[in-house]
């Protein structure tokens, strides 16, 4: 079974760029090889990064392509030949298929009578095809960011590359790309081990022999050492553990090459700084991670993952050096937190003037004042609402609220979040709760923020999650004003993650709000805007039910084609639905209800004049009849179960129409040649369609067969 390496060796990738990179180059050279039939079945695949090297090791490749047969079809047969001689046409269609004139056959198809040939291709040697066509991939492989490195050409990529390297087996293929021409040679640690060249002799010896030269290419064992080694470290504190920190371990992983962990210390005053600030200056600002005794108290001590491997008198240098930095940083930041204590957050209202939020939008000033006529508006559609529906508990403080609108993005204006612009929203909420401020409203203002991403928690109050809200409404509302929404894959004010924020918002909490009342309120009943914000909403509404809960793609298409307006509503839908479509009887339902759908459709197309239910005197079958009147039976009863939110049995009520919708297909043609029992019938149709679709629209359900 052959085997095939392929390693890139670059200058320091940045760290985020290498998962999405890995990943690419690992797709990219496996679509090749399969498109290109140079892999056994069950072939397998491992890849490998470091920030110097993207690598990609096959194992069960085909070193000659099989021979191929293709079936050509070429000119119409009244064009290939005239006076019983080949034309030109045939001859070159002959030539294209290598087969001689008088072997072409004559074949009919829709259009008519054509040539056609077998034509024989005789497989390429997976050199001859990796050679052309793997530089192709590397070309095309997305960065964010990229750079030209040689001067008047064309290359670009994130890094420039030093070396490649690409074996079939111990052979060494000469893929050239960017002036580099590939061989069997790569490079170990550019510290531990120096510059010497190290030869791969099979792709199977390439991670034991970078091992030895002190790099660990394998993403997983480095994640794996690391977390060993933060226990280790941390072990010398007793009672300590390592705050767990995912994102920085993923972080930490794809800047090292050789990780180890060094234990460092900081003065126990600085702990009197606000934790958060003291948990981002060593976690943005220094990749440490912090330390905590069992009761999450955080203690004067760091983890540093360090890319070299230090030993003797170089272990008390590398952690001084570290102590060193970190002091002068938590100096800074004491620093700006104590001159930030001599302006109130209400003394700092004012200078939000100065600072701009964008430009045609104007100031944070202006977005401040928007923001807190929104959030009135929200808490008290909240208030109403709450007080209105029996059983449902929200309390809304308007005024904790207004006063959190007000002070929100006062910490723009403070030192430490210039300083710290990752504390944005947190230095606030904390200057808030040292100043005396109510403590909803400073819980809201730390808060409000929150969701950053999918993966963040929502505000855990409601005047927070009012707040959230409407802060991303107006930013949402205000750009699409200005015609700035995303477009593609451009998003640059973050709109989607904004939106994504209040659709998780809505799901996750008790807000009876709906994205009509949001978009409405934030583009103060603008129709032609209100309604593009509401479909942009309704957009994320169903990236969410679809990406991130899981529902399925026809499911979530069915549900937001009918009032997408609730998304807690619409989640309990998606999921009843979710739920029913394995029955019997759904699955015939839905398909009747897609054929009423398509009649209707095609009878409004043809100019058919007919109303919900007109007419009704006009259906004298008695399949009709009965399915008339079991409709509108039953339709009450799903209306009653609708608006109490009982969605399972609902469409379990609908299901049971299955058999008179079966009947009536069975033994009558709704297009009847006479034009009053033609309408009668689309209007039952139609009926049907508009009493029952409440839940869902069943003909977007896809049926198997």
Same mark, same amino acid.
């Given at each position: 079974?052959?085997?095939?390496?392929?390693?890139?060796?670059?200058?320091?990738?940045?760290?985020?760029?290498?998962?999405?990179?890995?990943?690419?180059?690992?797709?990219?050279?496996?679509?090749? =090889?399969?498109?290109?039939?140079?892999?056994?079945?069950?072939?397998?695949?491992?890849?490998?990064?470091?920030?110097?090297?993207?690598?990609?090791?096959?194992?069960?490749?085909?070193?000659?392509?099989?021979?191929?047969?293709?079936?050509?079809?070429?000119?119409?047969?009244?064009?290939?030949?005239?006076?019983?001689?080949?034309?030109?046409?045939?001859?070159?269609?002959?030539?294209?298929?290598?087969?001689?004139?008088?072997?072409? !056959?004559?074949?009919?198809?829709?259009?008519?009578?054509?040539?056609?040939?077998?034509?024989?291709?005789?497989? *390429?040697?997976?050199?001859?095809?990796?050679?052309?066509?793997?530089?192709?991939?590397?070309?095309?492989?997305?960065?964010? *960011?990229?750079?030209?490195?040689?001067?008047?050409?064309?290359?670009?990529?994130?890094?420039?590359?030093?070396?490649?390297?690409?074996?079939?087996?111990?052979?060494?293929?000469?893929?050239?790309?960017?002036?580099?021409?590939? +061989?069997?040679?790569?490079?170990?640690?550019?510290?531990?081990?120096?510059?010497?060249?190290?030869?791969?002799?099979?792709?199977?010896?390439?991670?034991?022999?970078?091992?030895?030269?002190?790099?660990?290419?394998?993403?997983?064992?480095?994640?794996? !050492?690391?977390?060993?080694?933060?226990?280790?470290?941390?072990?010398?504190?007793?009672?300590?553990?390592?705050? %767990?920190?995912?994102?920085?371990? @993923?972080?930490?992983?794809?800047?090292?090459?050789?990780?180890?962990?060094?234990?460092?210390?900081?003065?126990?005053?600085?702990?009197?700084?606000?934790?958060?600030?003291?948990?981002?200056?060593?976690? @943005?600002?220094?990749?440490?991670?912090?330390?905590?005794?069992?009761?999450?108290?955080?203690?004067?001590?760091?983890?540093?993952?360090?890319?070299?491997?230090?030993?003797?008198?170089?272990?008390?240098?590398?952690?001084?050096?570290?102590?060193?930095?970190?002091?002068?940083?938590?100096?800074?930041?004491?620093?700006?937190?104590?001159?930030?204590?001599?302006?109130?957050?209400?003394?700092?209202?004012?200078?939000? *003037?100065?600072?701009?939020?964008?430009?045609?939008?104007?100031?944070?000033?202006?977005?401040? %004042?928007?923001?807190?006529?929104?959030?009135?508006?929200?808490?008290?559609?909240?208030?109403?609402?709450?007080? &209105?529906?029996?059983?449902?508990?929200?309390?809304?403080? /308007?005024? &904790?609220?207004?006063? &959190?609108?007000?002070? &929100?993005?006062?910490?723009?204006?403070?030192?430490?979040?210039?300083?710290?612009?990752? =504390?944005?929203?947190?230095?606030?909420? /904390?200057?808030?709760?040292?100043?005396?401020?109510?403590?909803?409203?400073?819980?809201?203002?730390?808060?409000?923020?929150?969701?950053?991403?999918?993966?963040?928690?929502?505000?855990?109050?409601?005047?927070?999650?009012?707040?959230?809200?409407?802060?991303?409404?107006?930013?949402?509302?205000?750009?699409?004003?200005?015609?700035?929404?995303?477009?593609?894959?451009?998003?640059?004010?973050?709109?989607?993650?904004?939106?994504?924020?209040?659709?998780?918002?809505?799901?996750?909490?008790? /807000?009876?709000?709906?994205? #009509?009342?949001?978009?409405?309120?934030?583009?103060?009943?603008?129709?032609?805007?209100?309604?593009?914000?509401?479909?942009?909403?309704?957009?994320?509404? %169903?990236?969410?039910?679809?990406?991130?809960?899981?529902?399925?793609?026809?499911?979530?298409?069915?549900?937001?084609?009918?009032?997408?307006?609730?998304?807690?509503?619409?989640?309990?839908?998606?999921?009843?639905?979710?739920?029913?479509?394995?029955?019997?009887?759904?699955?015939?339902?839905?398909?009747?209800?897609?054929?009423?759908?398509?009649?209707?459709?095609?009878? *409004?197309?043809?100019?058919?004049?007919?109303?919900?239910?007109?007419?009704?005197?006009?259906?004298?079958?008695?399949?009709?009849?009965?399915?008339?009147?079991?409709?509108?039976?039953?339709?009450?009863?799903?209306?009653?179960?609708?608006?109490?939110?009982?969605?399972?049995?609902?469409?379990?009520?609908?299901?049971?129409?299955?058999?008179?919708?079966?009947?009536?297909?069975?033994?009558?043609?709704?297009?009847?040649?006479?034009?009053?029992?033609?309408?009668?019938?689309?209007?039952?149709?139609?009926?049907?369609?508009?009493?029952? +679709?409440?839940?869902?629209?069943?003909?977007?359900?896809?049926?198997? #067969?």
């Amino acid at each position: 079974m052959a085997e095939f390496l392929f390693e890139i060796g670059l200058e320091e990738v940045p760290a985020r760029m290498l998962p999405g990179a890995e990943a690419e180059l690992t797709k990219r050279v496996s679509d090749l =090889l399969t498109r290109e039939r140079l892999v056994e079945e069950g072939f397998s695949v491992e890849s490998y990064s470091t920030p110097r090297r993207l690598a990609v090791w096959v194992k069960g490749v085909i070193a000659q392509q099989a021979d191929a047969e293709e079936e050509l079809v070429g000119p119409p047969v009244k064009a290939a030949y005239k006076d019983g001689q080949p034309t030109k046409a045939a001859e070159a269609f002959a030539e294209k298929a290598g087969i001689p004139v008088d072997q072409l !056959r004559t074949i009919t198809n829709a259009k008519g009578e054509y040539l056609a040939a077998t034509a024989k291709r005789a497989g *390429k040697s997976f050199s001859e095809v990796v050679l052309a066509e793997l530089p192709k991939e590397i070309a095309a492989m997305y960065w964010a *960011k990229n750079m030209r490195w040689r001067p008047f050409l064309p290359e670009r990529f994130v890094r420039p590359i030093k070396w490649i390297l690409a074996l079939l087996d111990g052979a060494v293929l000469p893929v050239e790309w960017a002036g580099i021409t590939a +061989s069997n040679v790569t490079y170990g640690h550019r510290v531990l081990f120096g510059y010497e060249p190290i030869t791969i002799a099979t792709p199977a010896e390439y991670a034991d022999k970078l091992y030895q030269a002190k790099v660990m290419v394998n993403v997983e064992h480095r994640r794996e !050492r690391i977390r060993k080694d933060l226990d280790k470290a941390t072990r010398i504190v007793e009672g300590a553990r390592w705050r %767990e920190d995912h994102p920085l371990v @993923d972080k930490v992983t794809h800047l090292t090459e050789w990780p180890t962990v060094l234990l460092g210390k900081f003065e126990d005053e600085f702990l009197a700084l606000p934790e958060e600030v003291l948990v981002t200056v060593m976690r @943005d600002h220094q990749n440490y991670f912090a330390l905590e005794n069992g009761e999450h108290k955080l203690q004067p001590y760091f983890l540093a993952v360090l890319n070299t491997e230090p030993v003797g008198d170089a272990v008390e240098i590398i952690r001084h050096g570290n102590e060193r930095v970190l002091r002068a940083r938590f100096n800074d930041a004491r620093f700006f937190y104590e001159f930030d204590q001599r302006a109130s957050l209400q003394d700092r209202v004012e200078l939000l *003037k100065n600072v701009t939020f964008q430009k045609e939008l104007g100031s944070y000033y202006a977005k401040m %004042e928007r923001t807190n006529a929104l959030v009135v508006t929200l808490g008290q559609f909240v208030r109403e609402r709450a007080n &209105a529906q029996r059983g449902q508990v929200v309390s809304v403080k /308007l005024d &904790a609220l207004t006063t &959190a609108a007000t002070l &929100a993005k006062t910490d723009l204006t403070t030192e430490l979040v210039k300083e710290f612009t990752e =504390l944005q929203g947190i230095i606030g909420g /904390l200057y808030a709760k040292a100043q005396g401020v109510d403590e909803a409203a400073a819980i809201a203002i730390y808060e409000h923020y929150q969701p950053a991403g999918m993966e963040d928690a929502i505000p855990s109050t409601v005047e927070g999650q009012l707040l959230s809200i409407a802060d991303k409404a107006d930013t949402i509302a205000g750009m699409f004003g200005l015609g700035m929404q995303p477009t593609g894959s451009k998003d640059p004010f973050g709109l989607r993650r904004a939106a994504n924020g209040i659709v998780k918002i809505l799901a996750e909490s008790d /807000l009876p709000l709906t994205l #009509g009342e949001i978009a409405g309120a934030a583009t103060n009943n603008n129709e032609a805007l209100c309604a593009n914000v509401k479909s942009f909403l309704g957009e994320r509404l %169903e990236w969410y039910l679809r990406d991130i809960r899981g529902g399925a793609y026809d499911v979530v298409k069915a549900v937001m084609a009918t009032d997408p307006d609730d998304v807690r509503d619409a989640m309990k839908r998606v999921d009843a639905v979710s739920a029913a479509r394995a029955g019997a009887d759904f699955a015939a339902i839905a398909a009747a209800f897609k054929r009423m759908k398509n009649l209707v459709e095609q009878a *409004k197309a043809k100019g058919e004049v007919f109303s919900p239910g007109s007419k009704l005197e006009f259906l004298t079958e008695p399949v009709e009849r009965s399915l008339s009147e079991e409709a509108g039976r039953r339709a009450a009863w799903v209306e009653g179960l609708r608006k109490d939110g009982d969605y399972t049995l609902a469409l379990a009520t609908i299901a049971e129409l299955r058999p008179f919708v079966d009947a009536f297909f069975d033994k009558v043609m709704v297009m009847a040649p006479e034009p009053q029992l033609r309408a009668a019938r689309l209007g039952l149709l139609l009926r049907i369609l508009l009493d029952y +679709s409440k839940v869902a629209d069943f003909s977007e359900i896809v049926i198997a #067969g």
